[in-house]
């Protein structure tokens, strides 16, 4: 009987160290583990406090991948532009090239003349007016913003005559170190569309990269630098930015608030309500788009 039990105490006792082993070993540090992964993601919450600075390095360089659903003009808890009853938020249009012939792969960027052309009539047609990048308020009428990205040189040759026809309005947002390279404005073609008075030229940077995983020094250089070359240029100090690359962050328009007025994103969207004025959607300009399109497309 004695030997019996001593067998059994042996057997318990190996069990427990086995159940001592195991909840010291695998289990608990691929637990921990899991953990430090965990806390990596909290900067991403706006409620947490976390004090550590790695932890809010690491979030801030992860941030700018979610920036296109975060900065949702609508559901943003920034400043806005309000709207009264009875008023019209003037509609963002987003250009980049008015040319017959694409002149790179990115067929869908290049708007036909014709096209651009039929697109006003309509506007007109439709009683809308025009306003600058630069002086977004809402009105008693319709009004749209005609934007061009980049500063291409059809922006000259193609737009600017259609424009001039139409008596209508357009602002260029030109990265200023593209000025007189192939491809893009001159100097003088920016100045004589800028004297018309048809034309207002405005910041899409210096260097068109993308501005949210730059250091602050850099971004408030792309900012100032190229606001600096448009005023030399044209006279006028545009308080305007389209963002290049169409990347935001809340760095990125936290230091933008210091510089410009309002910010064009690539959020295709128009808007009936309150607007962030640094984070305003424009509706996507297209090849193949007539006036009947864009008429469908404003409702
Ligand atoms: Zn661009």
Same mark, same amino acid.
């Given at each position: 009987m004695k030997h019996i039990l001593t067998i059994f105490l042996a057997i318990i006792l190996v069990i427990g160290l086995g159940y001592a082993f195991n909840s010291t070993s695998p289990g608990e540090n691929l637990q921990?583990? *899991?953990?430090?992964?965990?806390?990596?993601?909290? /900067?991403?919450?706006?409620?947490? #406090?976390s004090e550590n600075p790695k932890s809010r390095k690491s979030g801030f360089h992860l941030y700018p991948?979610?920036?296109?659903?975060?900065?949702?003009?609508?559901?943003?808890?920034?400043?806005?532009?309000?709207?009264s009853d009875g008023e019209h938020s003037p509609v963002a249009l987003m250009y980049h090239a008015v040319n017959e012939v694409p002149q790179t792969s990115l067929d869908g960027l290049f708007l036909r003349p014709s096209e651009f052309e039929d697109q006003l009539k309509v506007l007109n047609d439709l009683g809308y007016s025009y306003c600058f990048a630069d002086e977004f308020q809402h009105s008693d009428t319709p009004s749209v913003i005609l934007t061009f990205?980049?500063? *291409?040189?059809?922006?000259?040759?193609?737009?600017? /005559?259609?424009?001039?026809?139409? #008596?209508?309005?357009?602002?260029?947002?030109?990265?200023?170190?593209?000025?007189d390279g192939e491809g893009y404005l001159t100097r003088e073609q920016i100045q004589e569309m800028s004297e018309s008075g048809l034309v207002r030229f405005a910041s899409h940077s210096h260097n068109h990269n993308n501005l949210t995983p730059m250091s602050?020094?850099?971004?408030?250089?792309?900012?100032?630098?190229?606001?600096?070359?448009?005023?030399e240029l044209?006279?006028?100090?545009?308080?305007?930015?389209?963002?290049?690359?169409?990347?935001?962050?809340?760095?990125?328009?936290?230091?933008a608030q210091d510089y410009f007025h309002f910010g064009y994103t690539t959020v295709n969207s128009t808007y009936t309500g309150d607007c962030n004025p640094l984070l305003i959607p424009r509706v996507r300009i297209y090849r193949g788009m007539t006036g009947k399109g864009l008429a469908a497309r404003l409702g």
């Open positions: 921990l583990s *899991y953990i430090q992964d965990i806390s990596f993601e909290i /900067p991403f919450d706006a409620n947490s #406090n991948e979610f920036s296109a659903e975060i900065y949702n003009p609508f559901i943003t808890d920034k400043p806005t532009v309000s709207i990205d980049d500063g *291409y040189t059809d922006n000259y040759t193609e737009m600017f /005559p259609i424009l001039k026809k139409y #008596n209508a309005k357009a602002t260029i947002f030109v990265f200023t170190a593209a000025i602050e020094e850099d971004i408030r250089y792309e900012f100032e630098h190229s606001k600096q070359i448009l005023a044209t006279g006028h100090e545009t308080n305007a930015i389209s963002y290049p690359t169409g990347k935001t962050s809340d760095i990125v328009i936290q230091i």
